[in-house]
């Protein structure tokens, strides 16, 4: 009998995870059916007991339903504890077990496949929500050095801080804090902006030529983000498909005990996309 899985989100019409889990299907030799559910928030947790009704043993959970998934969770990963959100769902029999492999995807991109020490650098991270949560305690288990969270809504930017719960190394700002922070050696872009096809309105003066910008979005929701970083002279810039790969590679390895190779399903999707890292 073929297994059951699904990614929950609303949109979710042009994910690619369905294609990369099919093939890293086709790599191991597991039998598994992945299709995606279009659930708006509201409707997110009745689809999710459907789809266990049906037989659903695991899933992933994209925007905007990462704390939600959480919070209908029987228990949840250290990972997903620190983050407040999930990411990847496996079915057991008390209910749903949740973890999030959104920072252990993004640090395995940056280091592995872009070969980038990430130890000490001073760090912006743009956006407070589900997928910067997701990242900031990877990143600051990476060795990264000071980290500084920048949201248009102060409050969440406070929050995600106050959350991370490390005082000496995060801090928050205001969106217009911006022009007086100086320069960064790591700027992350985890705001829907983009995706809402919203002006990014960032400040030249916080990159340099030495600054790695890394947009989470990819193809066409990267393109404001890493637009800016070439403007702003940046030498490396990064977008989120090697992520997408490495956090679905991570959850794949969760459900199956397999962990598939990466690089082919990475290679083939970007020789597709119009949008390229310069790394």
């Known amino acids: 009998m ?8 609303h949109p979710v019409a042009h994910s690619l ?7 890293f299907a086709r790599q191991t030799g597991v039998a598994m059916d992945y299709h995606l559910i279009d659930a708006t928030p509201d409707d997110f947790s009745a689809a999710l007991a459907d789809f266990a009704h049906a037989g659903g043993v695991g899933g992933n959970v994209t925007v905007p339903h990462k704390a ?14 620190r983050a407040g959100a999930v990411n990847t769902l496996v079915r ?15 640090v395995r991109d940056l280091t592995t496949r872009h070969r980038h020490d990430l130890r000490e650098r001073r760090t912006l991270l743009l956006g407070a929500g589900g997928a910067a949560a997701g990242i900031a305690p990877a990143l600051l288990d990476a060795g990264i050095g000071e980290l500084t969270i920048v949201n248009r809504n102060r409050a969440r930017a ?24 100086g320069h960064f050696d790591l700027i992350i872009n985890a705001t829907s902006a983009a995706r809402c096809d919203a002006p990014l309105d960032l400040p030249m003066s916080i990159a340099s030529r030495h600054t790695l910008a890394v947009d989470l979005g990819y193809a066409q929701a990267a393109v404001n983000f890493l637009a800016f970083a070439r403007a702003a002279h940046c030498q490396h810039t990064v977008d989120g498909l090697g992520m997408l790969v490495e956090q679905a590679a991570a959850a794949f390895e969760l459900w199956h005990r397999l962990r598939p190779q990466t690089e082919p399903v990475y290679a083939m999707l970007r020789r597709e996309l119009p949008l390229r890292a310069t790394d």
């Open 17 to 23: 995870s369905p294609r990369i889990h099919a093939a």
């Open 68 to 81: 939600a998934a959480f919070a209908l969770c029987a228990a949840t990963s250290t990972r997903a504890q």
């Open 2 to 9: 073929t297994a059951r899985f699904a990614l929950f989100g």
């Open 92 to 106: 057991r029999d008390d209910g749903w077990f949740g973890d999030n492999t959104d920072g252990i995807g993004l």
């Open 158 to 181: 406070d929050a995600l801080a106050a959350m991370l719960a490390q005082p000496q190394r995060v801090r928050s700002r205001d969106w217009r804090d911006l022009e007086t922070l």
